[in-house]
């Protein structure tokens, strides 16, 4: 009995170290040796409390959510698991869809932190006039646009018309007449701008493309460069990504295209393409309210708001482009996880309070497609998913959730 006691004893210290390392710790980046990594199933066991047998079996449920993709998981500063299939692999740089709208997110919190005399009022500013955005827009076509705080624009409470289901003071309502579509063309400009309000600001949540958009364009407006390059300079360089970028060719885009078929602005409400490693080190960043090794990129108030309800959007648990699960919607998670999706079946989740960053990657055929971002691809794939066909719906449907679920359920409870 003693020497159980005594081995317990052991593994909770070893924990407790390992918990006090990884406070430190930050990943360089992948060409100078990446992320630390436990590949022995016994040795991730003892020092995370995750069972790897029940990773493989969240990875093989993952391989029925979408045509190619992958699984990584990081816990206390360890990379303990990650595994492909078809297309995914680390140099994959596929369209990422919606989760690109995090990564706008992050951009406006930096711009914030950078300039806060243009926000006075911090996320209450009222941002659609001509201080934040091109004089052509205005006067605006519907006065109420005046009222929508960059709160408002990044929690989608603003009015915007977007996709149902609507949610109307935490009630779920089908209306008429939604926007056709939440794809590429809503990450132009001039649709952005002139997009119709579905409701007064603040009245109700839509999901819509249109609201991502606008806080790309401010950070534009304010700092004078595309929001791309002002996130090479202030986000991704310091983070260590690898080759990245956005998947800007749209030739049969509706507007907002140049002469050679390539988007003209940053498209805030989606599309950019990272490395599968690269979008742990995002995750790791928010798991670290903001701050990446001596460096605050965040303000780390601004970062805790994105895990949690904001008075900006009191309908719908959905922060700044992040889903949370501060009411326990999803059962069997941490209340204080959140995460962010993308069309194709990706999906980045961070849980603090387990230390846990996980990347769910997925995607069809034609968003791992070169032609949509011109970077090179660096691998070769084997063709073993050409074949593949969606398999039941309820599954694909519910996969950004059932893979979290499954993945904290690979962890020891005496370790949660």
Partial sequence: MLGVKTSLLRGALALLALNACAADYFPPPDAKGGWRTLKDPAKIQKLTGIDVAKLDAAFDYVQQTSQHGGLLVVRHGQLVYERYFGRGHREALPELASCGKAFTTVAVGIMMKEKPALFPNGLDQKVMNSTYLPEQYFPLDDPRKAEISLGQLLAMSGGFRGTNPVYVKGVRQTWEKPTEDNGPYSTTDDFAMKQSLWCAPGECYSYTTSSSHIPAMIVRKITGMEMEDYMRQRLTSTLGFGTWGYAMYRPKLRGGIDANGRMLHTPGGGSIAVRSTDML??????????????????????????????????????????????????????????????????????????????YKMGGTEGQYDPALTRLPVKYTYDGSRNNWKPGDAKVIGDSTGKTLQMVIDAIGSQTK
């Fill in 281 to 358: 080190r995002f995750g790791y960043l928010m798991l670290h309210t903001g701050k990446w090794g001596k460096q605050q990129i965040l303000d780390p108030e601004f970062a805790k708001l994105c895990g949690r309800m904001v008075k900006y959007n009191p309908h719908f648990q959905h922060s700044f482009n992040f889903n949370v699960n501060e009411n326990g919607n999803l059962a069997g998670v941490p209340r204080d996880a959140f995460w962010k999706g993308g069309s194709g079946g990706y999906a980045i989740y961070v849980v603090p309070s387990l230390d846990l960053v996980v």
